[in-house]
C-alpha cells in the first residue's frame, strides 16, 4: 500500500535553515501537505503543494517536490524557537473519500 | 480555527469497558474523519464520513464504530476498550470543494485517552 516516510529527528540552530525531508510511493498524489503539531496540540496546516508545482514558497516556508524521485521537503528560513514541534508530511490518496496517507513525523529541536 | 471541539479532551477507563468519544463540527462540513496518533505511526485513519449516516472504514477499525447521526456530531465509539487502543485520537473535518480544490483537512484538539 501507499506509505510515506520521514527521518524522525532534526536538530538545528536558531537563525539556521531547517530543512525536512519526505519520501512517498503513491506516484498519482494530486496534493501533499505539511502540518506542524505543538505539544499537546492538534495538526495545524501549514501548507500545501499540488503535484503539477515543483516548488511553493511562502512567507518563511518552502516546499520542494521532485515527482520523478517522490521526495517532498519543507525548508524553514530563519528558525526560530517557536519553530520546534513534531511536522508530519501528508499525501492524498489518490482513490476513496480524501484519505490523507501521513508520515511518522519529523521532530524538529530548535537549540540557541 | 476549523470550529472542531473533542470531547473528553482526556479519558482513562478500564479493560472492557465502552467507550465513546464526540467530535463537533459548527461550519456544516460534509467530510469527517477519527484517526489515532502513536508514536512512529503518525496519524492513521480509523473511519470516515461523508454525511449523515454515510460512513466507511479506514486503515485501522478493527475494535472501532462509528455514528453520525447529525452533521455537526461524529461520534467514535469502542465497544470493550483494550490497552492496545490507548492513543491521542484526532478528528478531522474537510471543507466542501467550494472554491479551490485542495482537499485539505483540518484538525480538532484530540483526546488522550488510556486504558488500564
Known amino acids: 500500500g501507499e506509505d510515506v516516510e520521514q527521518s524522525l529527528f532534526l536538530s538545528v540552530r536558531e537563525g539556521d535553515s531547517s530543512v525536512i525531508n519526505c519520501t512517498y510511493t503513491?506516484?498519482?498524489?494530486?496534493?501533499l501537505y505539511w502540518y506542524k503539531q505543538e505539544p499537546g496540540a492538534g495538526l495545524q496546516l501549514l501548507t500545501y503543494?499540488?503535484?503539477?508545482?515543483d516548488m511553493k514558497q511562502d512567507q518563511r516556508l518552502t516546499v520542494l517536490l521532485n515527482k520523478k524521485d517522490k521526495h517532498l521537503s519543507l525548508r524553514i528560513a530563519d528558525t526560530q524557537t517557536g519553530d520546534s514541534a513534531i511536522y508530519f508530511c501528508?499525501?492524498?490518496?489518490?482513490?476513496?473519500?480524501?484519505?490523507?496517507?501521513f508520515g511518522a513525523g519529523t521532530r524538529l529541536a530548535v537549540h540557541p | 480555527d476549523a470550529g472542531i471541539t473533542q470531547s473528553p479532551r482526556h479519558k482513562v477507563t478500564e479493560t472492557g469497558t465502552p467507550v465513546t468519544l464526540r467530535c463537533h463540527q459548527t461550519e456544516n462540513h460534509r467530510y469527517m474523519y477519527w484517526y489515532r496518533q502513536d508514536p512512529g505511526h503518525g496519524l492513521r485513519l480509523i473511519h470516515y464520513s461523508y454525511g449523515v449516516k454515510d460512513t466507511d472504514k479506514g486503515e485501522v477499525s478493527d475494535g472501532y464504530s462509528v455514528s453520525r447521526s447529525k452533521t455537526e456530531d461524529f461520534l467514535l465509539t469502542l465497544e470493550s476498550a483494550t490497552s492496545s487502543q490507548t492513543s491521542v485520537y484526532f478528528c478531522a473535518i474537510r471543507p466542501g470543494l467550494a472554491g479551490g480544490h485542495s482537499y485539505e483537512q483540518y484538525f480538532g484538539p484530540g483526546t488522550r485517552l488510556t486504558v488500564t
Open positions: 501528508a499525501t492524498r490518496h489518490s482513490g476513496g473519500y480524501n484519505k490523507l496517507i
Open positions: 503513491d506516484s498519482s498524489s494530486t496534493y
Open positions: 503543494i499540488f503535484s503539477n508545482m
